[in-house]
C-alpha cells in the first residue's frame, strides 16, 4: 500500500467461513501480537465478526466473511497495489 495510500503500507486481507471464525482469527493475532509487546491502535468489528478490522498503524488486517470479501473487493480497489499471496 506505500505509496497508494496514507492510510498503511500495508493491508493484510483474509477470509474465513464464520463469524465465529472471524472472532477466532482476531483474537488470536491480537494475542500473539500482544506478547511481542504490539498493541492495536484500533480494532472495529469484532462483536459482529463479518467483518473485523485491526489497526497497527503501519499495518491494517482486513478478515472478512467470504461473501463479504468479494462484496466490498478491496482487493479490486488497490488492484495496482504490490501483492503477496500468503497460503
Known amino acids: 500500500m506505500r505509496g497508494h495510500t496514507s492510510v498503511a503500507d500495508y493491508f493484510v486481507i483474509c477470509s474465513v467461513q464464520s463469524e465465529r471464525q472471524s472472532r477466532a482469527v482476531a483474537g488470536h493475532l491480537r494475542d500473539v501480537l500482544a506478547q511481542a509487546g504490539?498493541?492495536?491502535?484500533?480494532v472495529e468489528g469484532e462483536q459482529t465478526g463479518a467483518w473485523v478490522v485491526l489497526d497497527y498503524g503501519d499495518i491494517v488486517v482486513h478478515i472478512?466473511?467470504?461473501?463479504?470479501?468479494?462484496?466490498?473487493?478491496?482487493?479490486?480497489?488497490?488492484?495496482?497495489?504490490q501483492r503477496a499471496v500468503i497460503d
Open 64 to 81: 472478512f466473511l467470504s461473501h463479504l470479501r468479494s462484496y466490498y473487493d478491496i482487493d479490486g480497489l488497490w488492484a495496482d497495489a
Open 38 to 42: 504490539v498493541r492495536p491502535q484500533g
